[in-house]
Nanobody
Framework: QVRLVESGGGLVQAGGSLRLSCAASGSSFSSNAMGWYRQAPGKQRELVANIFRSGSTNYADSVKGRFTISRDNAKNTVYLQMNSLKPEDTAVYYC?????????????WGQGTQVTVSS
């Protein structure tokens, strides 16, 4: 079992910044990819960004140039720096991690953190 705990959400004005963090805990696990998804009211959950153990990254077109994902492998933590926030970024943001515990694959989700951007 891999547990993810998110922090850093909140209320911010348009144009502002927030930094989300997600720390993973558990025993004998390895992570291949860590990422952030978001779900706005009435919409499906969508990928925001993910980052692989190699350091390669992938972003949704809507956040390119404004959001930056990074990870600290030693701390099993992933970050999402969000700049130039827009009201349409308002959503619950979920951390995700996929990897293996030994040879058994896992796909874990955090509890979600609310991000609200006011206009």
């Amino acid at each position: 079992q891999v547990r993810l705990v998110e922090s850093g959400g909140g209320l911010v004005q348009a144009g502002g910044s927030l930094r989300l963090s997600c720390a993973a805990s558990g025993s004998s696990f390895s992570s291949n990819a860590m990422g952030w998804y978001r779900q706005a009211p009435g919409k499906q959950r969508e990928l925001v960004a993910n980052i692989f153990r190699s350091g390669s990254t992938n972003y949704a077109d809507s956040v390119k140039g404004r959001f930056t994902i990074s990870r600290d492998n030693a701390k099993n933590t992933v970050y999402l720096q969000m700049n130039s926030l827009k009201p349409e970024d308002t959503a619950v943001y979920y951390c995700n991690m996929v990897g293996t515990i030994g040879v058994i694959p896992y796909n874990s989700w955090g509890q979600g953190t609310q991000v609200t951007v006011s206009s």
